[in-house]
């Protein structure tokens, strides 16, 4: 999903969760949380191609996955969602940490629904598995058509 298509849906939940609960802290969180999981994309565009201040250059290149030999995106990680859930339900964090993680969630679920991305895609394993290659593990232009019809 793009940033702006991100930040709507996130203040959209975040407004619902805020009248339901009245936590401008947890809403704040949930928030940051929901639109900030990207920037992950830029550490990978640095490794690739360097530090660039050019928000629009930096956007085009990490619009399109295939730009990128490799794809870490250490946050975008189901197995890092689990970790949230597990603490959450094993230790007495407060709101804020709830809301972290319902960010997280929301925002690896739009990605899983609007990208063009194999099942698995969001799993930091399967793209550790898959030494991060982007062609393995992203549906990109040149091999999006063959992954959808093994």
């Not at 702006?4 to 407004?15: D, E, F, P, Q, R």
Request: with cysteine; glycine share 6%.
């Amino acid at each position: 999903m793009k940033p702006l298509g991100h930040a709507a849906v996130t203040l959209t939940a975040g407004g619902i969760l805020y009248k339901y609960n009245h936590s401008f802290a947890g809403f704040l969180s949930f928030l940051i949380t929901g639109i900030l999981v990207d920037m992950d994309h830029y550490f990978d565009y640095i490794r690739e191609n360097g530090i660039s201040f050019n928000p629009s250059k930096v956007y085009k290149a990490c619009a399109y996955h295939g730009h990128f030999k490799k794809l870490f995106l250490f946050l975008h990680s189901y197995e890092l969602l689990i970790v949230l859930m597990l603490a959450l339900l094993s230790f007495n964090l407060n709101i804020i940490w709830t809301y972290i993680t319902l960010g997280l969630a929301l925002h690896l679920l739009t990605d899983q629904i609007t990208n063009p991305v194999l099942p698995f895609s969001y799993f930091l394993s399967f793209r550790m598995i898959n030494g991060f290659q982007t062609e393995k593990v992203f549906l990109t232009k040149e091999v999006g058509y063959a992954h959808r019809h093994r």
